[in-house]
T-cell receptor, first 111, second 113 residues
Framework: RKEVEQDPGPFNVPEGATVAFNCTYSNSASQSFFWYRQDCRKEPKLLMS???SGNEDGRFTAQLNRASQYISLLIRDSKLSDSATYLCVVIEYSGNTPLVFGKGTRLSVIA | NAGVTQTPKFQVLKTGQSMTLQCAQD?????MYWYRQDPGMGLRLIYYSASEGTTDKGEVPNGYNVSRLNKREFSLRLESAAPSQTSVYFCASSENGEVQPQHFGDGTRLSIL
C-alpha cells in the first residue's frame, strides 16, 4: 500500500493555542493533497485543499513541501470545536487507489 | 440538498448472511466510491466507479461486489458475510474521481456475528 503517514496523537492543546500536524507521503508522483476533518462517529468532511504555494482559510493554513514529501496543517487560536481527527489525503493519477487516506491525527482542544 | 445518502445506518448480520448496502447521490456526480473504516486502519477503498457503467477494484475488494445501477446509485453487496467485514462503511462521490475532493455519506455501521 502506498504510504501516507500521520502522527496519530492525541494532541491535547489549550484553547487559543496554535497547533500543527504533518503528513508524509511516499510516492513522489503524488499530485493533489487535501485535509479532511472527521468528528467522532461521523463521516469525513473536506476541510481544505493544499496548494503548492500554500493556502489559508481563516485560522487554518495548509502547506506542501514537495522536496521533503509532506503536507502540513496549522491551526491558530484553537477552539473547542476544532476537536476532531484530521485526515490527510493524497491523490495520484495512476494505480488502483486513486485516493489514499492517512490514518488521521486526533486533536483535543481543552478549555 | 441531501448530498450522499446511505441505507441502512446500522445492521447486524450473522456469519454467512448476505446483504446489500445502498448509496445514492443527488449532486449529478460521475464518480462514486465505497470505503471501509476500521480502528487503526484508516479509510480503505473497496471499489469505485469512475462513471456510470464502470466499476473498478480498490485496495480491499475481496468478499464484496458492487453495482453502479445508474448515475445516482452505487450499491455494495456482501454475498457471505464474515466477522472480518465488521466495519463502518462509507459511500462517497465526486465530479472527477481522481482529482476532486469527495463528499461522503454518513456511514453504515455493520456488525457480523
Amino acid at each position: 500500500r502506498k504510504e501516507v503517514e500521520q502522527d496519530p496523537g492525541p494532541f491535547n492543546v489549550p484553547e487559543g493555542a496554535t497547533v500543527a500536524f504533518n503528513c508524509t507521503y511516499s510516492n513522489s508522483a503524488s499530485q493533489s493533497f487535501f485535509w479532511y476533518r472527521q468528528d467522532c462517529r461521523k463521516e469525513p468532511k473536506l476541510l481544505m485543499s493544499v496548494y503548492s504555494s500554500g493556502n489559508e482559510d481563516g485560522r487554518f493554513t495548509a502547506q506542501l513541501n514537495r522536496a521533503s514529501q509532506y503536507i502540513s496543517l496549522l491551526i491558530r487560536d484553537s477552539k473547542l470545536s476544532d476537536s476532531a481527527t484530521y485526515l490527510c489525503v493524497v491523490i495520484e493519477y495512476s494505480g488502483n487507489t486513486p485516493l489514499v487516506f492517512g490514518k488521521g491525527t486526533r486533536l483535543s482542544v481543552i478549555a | 440538498n441531501a448530498g450522499v445518502t446511505q441505507t441502512p445506518k446500522f445492521q447486524v448480520l450473522k456469519t454467512g448472511q448476505s446483504m446489500t448496502l445502498q448509496c445514492a447521490q443527488d449532486m449529478n456526480h460521475n464518480s462514486m466510491y465505497w470505503y471501509r473504516q476500521d480502528p487503526g486502519m484508516g479509510l480503505r477503498l473497496i471499489y469505485y466507479s469512475a462513471s456510470e457503467g464502470t466499476t473498478d477494484k480498490g485496495e480491499v475488494p475481496n468478499g464484496y461486489n458492487v453495482s453502479r445501477l445508474n448515475k445516482r446509485e452505487f450499491s455494495l453487496r456482501l454475498e457471505s458475510a464474515a466477522p472480518s467485514q465488521t466495519s463502518v462503511y462509507f459511500c462517497a462521490s465526486s465530479e472527477n474521481g481522481e482529482v476532486q475532493p469527495q463528499h461522503f455519506g454518513d456511514g453504515t455501521r455493520l456488525s457480523i456475528l
